[in-house]
């Protein structure tokens, strides 16, 4: 009799196999290329069809950082892999607090360079990892997992929910066959993998990208952006030091070495640069109209707050 697992394997669209690529291996180089590519081309559109969750997915998120919570991402293999590179480039993006978004994968940070098979088995482990960080009813849980059936992601999930938490889901499996109790379900079903069951594929590349449209919203509504430019960055590195001067002067138009010396004023910070320049104010009244605009620099610049 097969078991219970083999016989939901059957029924998942990410352990199919992909008719137009039964013949990939007696392909040449270029054509299996050309082949994996045209594949790709359909994940953009997957992702495209799920917008309006993702938009219920970055109310829920903006609406609990400004109530003093976080956004958790949970996630085994791949999909850990990519919850954890996305919380890890919010600081340095957006200028925010690394605690803000974080990421934790099945197996923990070993996971992240070596493969910890059966890591993702364990439900009650996925539940006290979130714990384990803390975790309340202010914060946001974000399940990622390309087949939805995930132990360790369901696990840490059912535990947000039971404590009255927000809960996420980003799958690669159709809505209807989600099972599991959650706020928002965001999938982008993009069918067989080219190599049946290799979910770091378009799975993968269909989950980073509904994971950049989250974070990247947020920030954005949370004022992290002025125009197209990111002006909460973190001058930690010298590349990041002089983007910080080139946003600075291509915003103003003032000239290289006077959005250094404004810079240094502001601390550092572009965005009271920014408004410095702008508004003919010194640092402390630059700060002030950042404080009474939310932190966004279009209002702190056009709004009457004398």
Do not use: W
Not at 51 to 56: N, V
Not at 58 to 78: E, H, P, Q, S, W
Not at 94 to 100: M, N, Q
Request: hydrophobic share 40%; aromatic share 4%; net charge neutral.
């Amino acid at each position: 009799m097969e078991n219970t697992l083999y016989e939901k394997l059957k029924t998942l669209i990410t352990e199919k196999q992909n008719p137009d690529t039964l013949n990939i291996d007696s392909l040449g180089v270029e054509d299996i290329l050309r082949l994996i590519n045209s594949q790709d081309k359909t994940v953009a559109f997957a992702v495209e069809k799920e917008i309006p969750y993702i938009a219920k997915a970055v109310d829920i998120v903006v609406d609990a950082i400004k109530n003093g919570g976080r956004l958790i991402y949970i996630g085994a293999g791949t999909s850990g892999r990519l919850g954890v590179l996305d919380s890890s480039e919010i600081p340095p993006t957006f200028g925010a607090d690394p605690k803000l978004v974080q990421g934790i994968i099945a197996g923990g940070k070993k996971a992240l360079v070596e493969a910890q098979e059966g890591a993702e088995d364990k439900k009650d482990v996925g539940a006290r990892d979130l714990m384990e960080l803390g975790f309340t009813k202010k914060d946001v849980a974000c399940g990622i997992s390309a087949s939805r059936i995930t132990p360790y992601v369901v696990g840490a999930i059912e535990k947000a929910k039971e404590i009255g938490a927000k809960t996420l889901y980003v799958t690669c499996t159709d809505r209807s066959q989600l099972e599991l109790d959650v706020d928002v379900a965001i999938c982008p079903v993009v069918g067989p993998e080219v190599i049946m069951g290799s979910t770091r594929m378009k799975s993968g590349t269909a989950q980073k990208m509904v994971l950049n449209l989250l974070t990247t919203t947020t920030m954005i509504r949370l004022g992290k952006v002025y125009t197209n430019m990111m002006v909460d960055l973190q001058m930690t590195s010298k590349k990041l030091e002089e983007r910080s001067k080139r946003t600075v002067v291509m915003v103003t138009g003032v000239d290289y070495e006077t959005a250094q010396k404004v810079l240094n004023k502001a601390g550092g910070h572009v965005k009271t640069a920014i408004v410095m320049i702008l508004k003919g104010v010194d640092v402390e009244q630059a700060q002030r109209r950042l404080e009474l605009a939310g932190g966004f620099v279009r209002d702190a610049i056009e709004k009457d707050f004398d």
